[in-house]
């Protein structure tokens, strides 16, 4: 018994030691970017990795309190919701379909979906920016929202549909003979034991938006309006005006959210049948 | 669960209501007609001080006659331009950008020429060379604002003795003071950058687009000039322009060829620098050095010289205002493009812009025709094919030439 | 799993399949409408029908230039899955380990590249990295006494330095699917498997890959997709105007872009595109057995 628990100590440990190595090497860009971040030289670009000799907050402060930030970050916020709430209520019942019924066109679908899928997003833009100016949503986040929802449905789609064929159909045949409705079925059973993968899902669709300034750039006629990631692209897009002290705090500032975000769900990333869907 | 859902409801009829007022805010602009009349927004990008200052002078300027100009930035304005450009509602009435770009908003039929809208006598005093780049087919498109060329950025702590005045003793002088093991380097250079090799080129009498669109990569004598350039960017360090310009601020390179973008960094290095005109120095071939020049110029929106010529009008009249100039070159060191600026004594003695005003006379304004948007690609291909990766230029000319003559033909 | 209904399941996905009918089927449309124009830059608003005449353009783009830069690109998406899917397993594996009590800061920071906006990762790893005066790798090779070297200016080196790239920032994503993956594998089967006196291998092979396969099929074949298409990673790091490294490596993508992008003919570009669409639809059936085993 004690060889097997210092057996188990020794294997932790070994495993720690692995994670802690690989989330370094992981880190080392980022470390690079907080270093440069907390710079002040002119020339900080060179210096990186050594610590800077005065570090300083000038370049954060400068972002918070010169810069539009807290207004583009409650852009983003906006965006994101509106997108996430979008895209997951549409798929998360075309999903369902997909996943339940074998109905006729179901495969093929399915398959035109993927194939729909490959065709680039940035081609796209042309074409979309016609029909929304006859549409008159440009300059509008509801054309925003239906760009990025529409772009991350296919993708919400087939994610989820994977997780849901994993969900045993007897839970729900259970629930159909206690006289539940299919819209209750969905709401009641699926959503929490398939609650890992549609917090996935909905992670992703919201570091997409998150992340995404193309559109946004293009889209929206008023700085003002901008999300993060078009405000802060805009701020330094072109080389010649980069200040890479300023660039680095900035891609950190836009990056802290979506971290504090996702340690804070994980805890609701176990999944519903492990915790005791089935059992209980 | 639920509840989340029901904030998350909320949040989304709250964005949806913000969109829509927003859109009926733009219906109630349209109403407003006059005000929507008297304002004029110019597309830019460029550096955020320097537009400041030209916002706050034309407002000043314009303030009696109730017209209020508004500068907004947009990222990547070559291809918002191509999409906004000929939208009356959400796009622009002005554009202010380097005049490259021209030939190719002209044939999209986004630019009113600005004989449309105020007299020629108003742009007579501007520099010849600044009109140039900004006429199109025989008519002046971009009222010029100022210009940029290349110039010759030294360190005066570590520069040893005088400057040469020709390529081949500067070459000596970097042979002898460049060690690149160790990091320090006599001049650097983005030698791998069209634009930075240009002063070379045109310099040996070779081209990258001649005036009737043909590209002139595999042309002899720019094939002279790349082999010659490629001899001083073994001494050059990386040429990537993040690389160059780290390397002279940290005064690990004791010169640079740079614009006066760089300037406000260098000042900020705390470094000692002097300049030298690139046409101050004389090639192998008796000619100098002929650098492009890039010209800020203000453009008028189809639509705009139309629906909006007096306010348009006055605009204009104020951008050739000699006072924008001599203030835009007294605090973002600008050269500016109108001759009367030159008058005032601090202008015509700052250093740098006293040394862009005398490249003016020789230098080159970048081509304008839309074949020239097609052109940076491969001749910066053929730069870095030979420079960095070891090509053979012949053969590597004549393939990025064929790229080019593609990409020409592609256009129709 | 046989439910059999005629209108419900349509009930269900309408909205969404009008969603992607806007934002995804209308361009690809509207796309295939222009590449029978010649709109381009002399002919902006006034273009006309002008039948098959870009395609017969475009087609003579499927060059050599096009078939490497096809090759390339197969090359790219194997290599690159092939390590993505055991790098995440393995690392997702040692995440779920028992007893692992950091394991949620390992993989709150693990996901670290996944939370930056793409164009700045590139850019950082362009300059802190791969930069031959400034960049890391060269400042270490510089303290080991070798001579610093340029990583993006050739070929192979240059497609190995993307490729880094390129598991860095997708990798974040798989590990994460995998991980939700494994936490839904009943833990019951392992216990009958070590009862059995199944060992790590047997545990892997014939339990828990099978279990999670279905589950993760979806995600792979999309990330499948995404690095087929990847364009930013190397457009920003090689062929960025104004920062051209030297390398000349092309993907279909790229190659796209360069041969009918930069030209502002919508026309030719359009038709281009259709006809790249096309490839891509054709080298989907090597993926297509995947897809028919998962929707089995």
């Known amino acids: 018994m004690n060889k097997k628990t210092t057996d188990r100590i020794v294997r932790l440990s070994i495993l720690n030691i692995l994670f802690i190595i690989l989330c370094f090497i992981t880190l080392i860009p980022i470390i690079y970017a907080f270093l440069l971040s907390i ?42 919701l509106g997108t996430m709430i979008l895209a997951m209520s549409t798929s998360v019942t075309a999903s369902y379909a997909f996943s339940r019924f074998r109905f ?16 680039p997003q940035i081609l796209s833009m042309f074409a979309i920016f016609r029909l929304f100016k006859n549409m008159n949503l440009l300059n509008n986040y509801i054309g925003l929202i239906l760009i990025y929802a529409g772009s991350m449905c296919i993708f919400s789609i087939w994610n989820m549909k994977g997780y849901f064929d994993t969900i045993p159909i007897e839970i729900e045949e259970s629930a159909r003979i206690d006289g539940a409705g299919s819209g209750q079925i969905i709401w009641r059973i699926i959503l929490p034991l398939a609650r890992p993968a549609i917090i996935v899902t909905a992670v992703m669709v919201l570091i997409f938006v998150w992340n995404e300034y193309l559109f946004a750039t293009t889209f929206l006629m008023n700085e003002e309006n901008y999300n993060l990631a078009g405000g802060l692209y805009q701020l330094q897009a072109n080389d010649y005006s980069r200040n890479w002290s300023l660039f680095s705090a900035a891609a950190i500032l836009v990056s802290v959210p979506i971290l504090i975000l996702f340690f804070s769900i994980q805890k609701y990333m176990v999944s519903g049948l492990v915790t005791g869907g089935v059992k209980g | 669960m639920r509840k989340m859902v029901l904030v998350l409801c909320i949040v989304m009829a709250v964005s949806i209501f913000t969109g829509c007022s927003r859109s009926s805010q733009s219906v109630a602009a349209k109403q407003k007609n006059k ?107 971009l009222m010029p604002v100022y210009f940029e060329t290349l110039l010759f ?35 650097v250079n983005q030698h791998s950058t069209a634009y930075n090799v240009a002063p070379i080129i045109n310099g040996f009498g070779g081209f990258i687009l001649n005036e009737q669109a043909e590209p002139g990569l595999n042309n002899r004598k720019t094939k002279e000039a790349i082999e010659y350039n490629k001899k001083f960017a073994q001494l ?22 740079g614009g006066p973008w760089l300037i406000s960094g260098v000042k900020e290095a705390k470094i000692n620098y002097g300049i030298k005109s690139l046409c101050d120095f004389k090639l192998p071939n008796g000619n100098t050095l002929i650098p492009y020049s890039g010209v800020q110029g203000i453009g008028v929106m189809k639509h705009a010289a139309r629906s909006k010529k007096d306010a348009v009008e006055k605009v204009l009249n104020e951008i050739a205002n000699p006072q924008l100039g001599i203030d835009l070159a007294q605090n973002s060191g600008c050269a500016p493009s109108n001759q009367k600026s030159y008058n005032t004594e601090s202008v015509a003695n700052d250093e740098m812009i006293a040394a862009m005003r005398r490249t003016a006379d020789i230098a080159q304004p970048m081509p304008n025709i839309p074949q020239m948007s097609v052109m940076w690609g491969p001749a910066e291909s053929l730069l870095a094919a030979v420079n960095k990766s070891g090509k053979e230029l012949d053969a590597a000319a004549d393939d990025y030439q064929k790229e080019a003559e593609t990409a020409i033909a592609d256009m129709q | ?53 870009n395609y017969i353009r475009a087609l003579t783009k499927l060059d050599s230039g096009f078939m490497s830069a096809l090759l390339t690109t197969i090359v790219w998406t194997v290599i690159n899955m092939v390590i993505q899917i055991l790098a ?68 192979i080196p240059a497609f190995l330095s993307c490729m880094v790239l390129n598991l860095w920032m997708a990798l974040p994503f798989l590990i994460m699917m995998m991980d939700g993956a494994l936490q839904s594998v009943d833990i019951s089967y392992y216990e009958s498997a070590r009862l059995d006196g199944g060992g790590w291998w047997t545990q892997n092979l014939y339990i828990t890959i099978p279990l999670i396969r279905p589950v993760l099929a979806p995600s792979i074949i999309m990330t499948t997709f995404t690095t087929f298409k990847q364009f930013d990673i190397i457009y920003l790091l090689t062929m960025q105007k104004g920062s051209l490294t030297g390398s000349t490596i092309q993907t279909v993508i790229t190659y796209a872009h360069q041969n009918a992008f930069v030209s502002n003919n919508y026309g030719l570009s359009s038709a281009v595109s259709i006809v790249i669409f096309g490839f891509i639809i054709f080298f989907s059936i090597f993926v297509n057995r995947g897809i028919r085993e998962e929707s089995e």
């Open chain 1, 39 to 80: 710079s002040s030289g002119s020339s900080a670009f060179g210096s990186g990795f050594l610590f800077p000799e005065n570090p300083t907050l000038k370049n954060y402060k400068a972002i918070l309190v010169e810069e539009p930030f807290l207004i583009w970050f409650k852009n983003s916020v906006v965006l994101s």
């Open chain 1, 104 to 119: 006729r066109g179901r495969n093929g679908m399915l398959k035109l979906l993927l194939l729909l899928n490959a065709f």
């Open chain 2, 35 to 141: 005000e929507a009349l008297n304002t004029i927004r110019i597309w830019h990008d460029g550096d955020k001080a320097l537009i400041q200052l030209m916002e706050n002078y034309l407002n000043e300027a314009l303030i009696d006659d109730g017209i209020t100009v508004k500068f907004e930035q947009k990222s990547g304005l070559t291809d918002q331009i191509k999409l906004y450009g000929n939208d009356e509602v959400n796009g622009p009435d002005m554009y202010m950008y380097a005049h490259d770009s021209l030939g190719m908003f002209v044939e999209m039929g986004a630019l009113a020429p600005l004989t449309d809208v105020i007299d020629k006598n108003v742009y007579a005093d501007m520099l010849p060379m600044t009109l140039k780049a900004g006429n199109y087919k025989n008519d002046q498109y």
């Open chain 2, 153 to 187: 950025i030294y360190n005066k702590d570590l520069w040893e003795g005088e400057v040469p005045s020709a390529t081949e003793d500067l070459y000596s002088y970097m042979k002898s003071h460049t060690d690149a093991a160790a990091g320090t380097y006599a001049l």
């Open chain 2, 236 to 257: 050059e360090a990386d040429g990537d322009y993040n690389t160059v310009n780290a390397l002279f601020k940290d005064g690990k390179a004791a010169a640079i060829i």
């Open chain 3, 1 to 53: 799993m046989n439910k059999k209904n005629k209108i419900l399941p349509w009930q269900y996905s309408i909205s969404s399949i009008l969603l992607i009918g806007l934002i995804v089927v209308f361009p690809i449309i509207y796309t295939i409408y222009i590449s029978f124009t010649n709109m381009n830059l002399y002919h902006w608003t006034n273009y006309d029908f002008i039948g098959f005449g």
């Open chain 3, 88 to 155: 995440a397993y393995i690392i997702a594996l040692g995440l779920n380990a028992k007893g692992l009590k950091l394991a949620r800061l390992y993989k709150t920071l693990l996901m670290f590249p996944w939370a930056m906006p793409a164009y700045i990762s590139i850019l950082l790893w362009r300059v802190g990295i791969y930069n031959p005066q400034y960049g890391l790798l060269n400042k270490i090779r510089t303290a080991l006494g070798l001579s610093s070297m340029n990583f993006l200016s050739e070929n």
